[in-house]
């Protein structure tokens, strides 16, 4: 008697080669979703690093931490890329345009109050322009700690 093969290995050959293929392609973003508001000056002194003027970074791309990212002062100096993905208005978003900014204080405790309460985190006004188009207190974000 013969034996048949059976075309079962080959296809589950392909099929686990197609999804890893299809796993490469795909992208799936690692990043949080959260809010920001802008503050301005003045910046000192932060709860960071008092009134070290070297604590900021020389593109002026910094940030205060809300509480949800705060972590008892250790998220002082993470870095974290964010990018604008939604806002009250339509358009104030610049597209596809992220930022990678500093934490260098803590928002309920800044030294000028933000433009809104309670958010993810608090931009410098250069970091804020950076990532919208026309000037609103609040925009959603996507960000996540480099």
């Known amino acids: 008697m013969q034996m048949k093969k059976h075309p079962r290995p080959l ?3 392909q099929l686990v080669s197609y ?11 690692k990043a949080d979703v959260g809010t920001a ?17 070297t604590q900021f970074p020389s593109s002026n791309l910094f ?3 809300g509480d949800g990212i705060w972590d008892n002062g250790a998220s002082c100096g993470r870095q974290y890329l964010v990018r604008c993905i939604s806002a009250s208005q339509t358009g104030t978003c610049v597209t596809d345009q992220t930022i990678q900014v500093k934490i260098v ?5 800044a030294q000028s109050s933000p433009s809104a309460q309670s958010t993810t985190i608090v931009l410098s006004e250069t970091a804020f322009a950076g990532i919208t188009n026309i000037p609103v ?3 959603n974000i996507e960000f996540q700690q480099v």
């Open 63 to 65: 940030a205060a931490a």
């Open 137 to 139: 207190t609040s925009i």
């Open 19 to 29: 999804l890893f293929l299809l796993s490469q392609l795909l992208h799936f973003s």
């Open 105 to 109: 204080d803590y928002a309920p405790t």
């Open 11 to 13: 296809l589950l050959l």
């Open 37 to 53: 508001a802008q503050y301005s000056p003045p910046y000192l002194p932060t709860a960071c690093y008092g009134d070290d003027q």
